[in-house]
């Protein structure tokens, strides 16, 4: 076994362990340096503070990468210092003499093999058990969907607008239900269909509006199940459960685990990362705080968002995310694959402010045309299981009134309307915000913001965020 400095440092529980074991080297402390024929194994005699030497070990027999370690210290660390010492002997070049494996060593590595075969029979019950549990969570979530599309099948022939308030009442209960089946995408989605009811019936004014929610919702709630139901057999059929489909596992109840993600390759490195807009609304139907984020990755030059759900009950007990105004620097950035913008997250960060070269290059980050924004958002729109709007950063060729109406016109004239979302209300409103700014946008400024569908008007709208110019991020929000 080769030893390195990196190796070593790897192995310590602790900077200071090993510099503890470091000066044992340097002073000397260890006699009767030996190791096996095989140099698979170690050991020697540590001069400590106890009367008589410690007797220290290595062995590589049954693990390269996972030694067995022993010391006759008290220490609770492990490897304790005088391993560490030994370790830093090995990387000195001091000469260890060939012998016979002594009494304690061979002891040790029996015990170290028993503890070997424990922890991997420990872990064939656990993934045994993980087997049965994942078998009965999948046969509820079909069981769930059936109940779904039975009930979706109902509300179509009878017509959402004639939904009674027993109807609703049992779709509260069915929703309850489909939670505890593991399918949270379908109960978001009946739980946001009772609470529409609920408002077209207190309110008539709204009706009409609630009425062409309830009618998307329940074909987003079609989509689901079927989608759901082939999703469902194929896995039973084979056994496995794969994240080849980002929207349905999430849908389906799963949950990122960033150790997996990490392995597939789903993750970025030295990530860069500017905060582009924050927002903070309330989901009634789910009765959780969301706070979004999007993030200008300057590593990679594309938009990713940051999100974070917290229930209502538990806001006075849990820290809520903030709005960001530094250069976040990420070592490593995990990042799941969902559409049509990743969501990620770090264990660590460095923030440090905007230097005024890395300011002025955030517009040039932006999309010079239009066009292929808007054509990747038709495709992204015309899904029923993916987000209602699209994250969108464009370089500004001019912003104006056509007919009364705010426009935003890119270098090559195309243009878009700039309108408010319904579904973010009055809080995010910004469109006015942005007509009235000290400085108007100007030519080369960058426009942040998600394009959507307009009912009412039938065409794709920006609802604008944030104002990128070489100088500041002006955002409109807030």
Partial sequence: ???????????????????????????????????????????????????????????WALSEEEPAYSCSCASPHSPCKHVMGLMYELLGGKTFFIDELPSYVLKVRARH???????????????????????????????????????????????????????????????????????????????????????????????????????????????????????????????????????????????????????????????????LSFDVTVDEARRVNVERGFWLDLAQGDIVQTRNVRSLKELKYTTGEDSCFDLLEVPLLNEAPTQPCRLVWWDAASPHALTEEERATLPSFASWSLA?????????????????????????GAVGRVGGTPVLEDGDGARIVLRDRREDGEALASVFRLTVLPRPPAKDDALFGLVFYDEEDRRLCLHPYSLVTAEEIIRLQF
Avoid at 15 to 39: I, M
Avoid at 373 to 390: E, H, I, M, N
């Fill in 372 to 396: 292929g924004v808007l054509d990747a958002a038709r495709v992204t729109l015309s899904k029923p299981l993916l987000p209602g709007a699209v994250p969108a950063f464009v370089r500004i």
């Fill in 113 to 275: 093999a028993t503890e070997t075969e424990r922890a991997a029979e420990r872990l064939k019950r656990a993934r045994r058990h993980d087997a049965v549990m994942r078998d009965q969570k999948l046969e509820r979530q079909i069981a769930g969907i059936e109940k779904a599309e039975s009930f979706s099948e109902e509300l179509l022939r009878g017509g959402v607008a004639a939904l009674s308030d027993r109807a609703a009442q049992t779709m509260r209960r069915l929703a309850v239900e489909l939670g505890n089946s593991a399918l949270p995408g379908a109960r978001d989605l009946l739980e946001h269909i009772a609470l529409l009811e609920y408002r077209m019936r207190q309110d008539e004014g709204d009706a009409a509006q609630c009425h062409a929610d309830m009618v998307r919702d329940l074909a987003a709630l079609r989509a689901l199940t079927a989608q759901a139901r082939r999703y469902l057999d194929e896995q039973r059929r084979l056994g496995s459960y794969p994240l080849e489909n980002p929207v349905l596992y999430e849908q389906l109840g799963g949950e990122w685990n960033a150790d997996e993600l990490q392995e597939l390759g789903s993750c970025r490195k030295n990530a860069r990362l500017v905060q």
């Fill in 1 to 59: 076994m080769q030893i390195t400095e990196q190796w070593i440092l790897a192995h310590a529980p602790g900077p200071a362990v090993a510099e503890d074991g470091r000066a044992l080297s340097e002073a000397g402390c260890y006699t009767g340096l030996r190791r096996s024929a095989d140099g698979k194994t170690c050991w020697a005699e540590c001069a400590g503070s106890a009367r008589n030497p410690y007797s220290v070990s290595i062995d």
